[in-house]
């Protein structure tokens, strides 16, 4: 059960970095603004999804999905947060 509480926390992470990386141009005007409500957004969804899982499974041991569900979701964030970086500086590069 942990393993597909995983799976389906990196694949919802997934989408943002699929997001950044297929469409840049989203970021290129108030980059900390955009990164900001793409984080908010994520942790809401993540933490709500974490909710769902626990409450509604009744898992007796729920401090193991949260942690490793927000172990998780770090990975991805600071894995999303390298390709922004890379996309800001081939920007910059160019201007």
Do not use: A, D, W
Request: positive net charge; proline residues 2%.
């Amino acid at each position: 059960m942990l393993f597909v509480f995983n799976i389906i926390i990196s694949i919802l992470c997934i989408i943002s970095i699929l997001i950044i990386k297929f469409y840049p141009s989203i970021f290129h005007k108030n980059h900390f603004k955009n990164h900001v409500i793409i984080f908010i957004i994520k942790f809401l969804f993540i933490s709500m999804f974490i909710y769902f899982f626990i409450f509604n499974l009744s898992i007796p041991n729920y401090r193991i999905f949260i942690v490793s569900g927000y172990v998780n979701f770090t990975i991805f964030h600071i894995i999303e947060g390298f390709l922004s970086q890379k996309i800001l500086l081939k920007n910059e590069i160019k201007n």
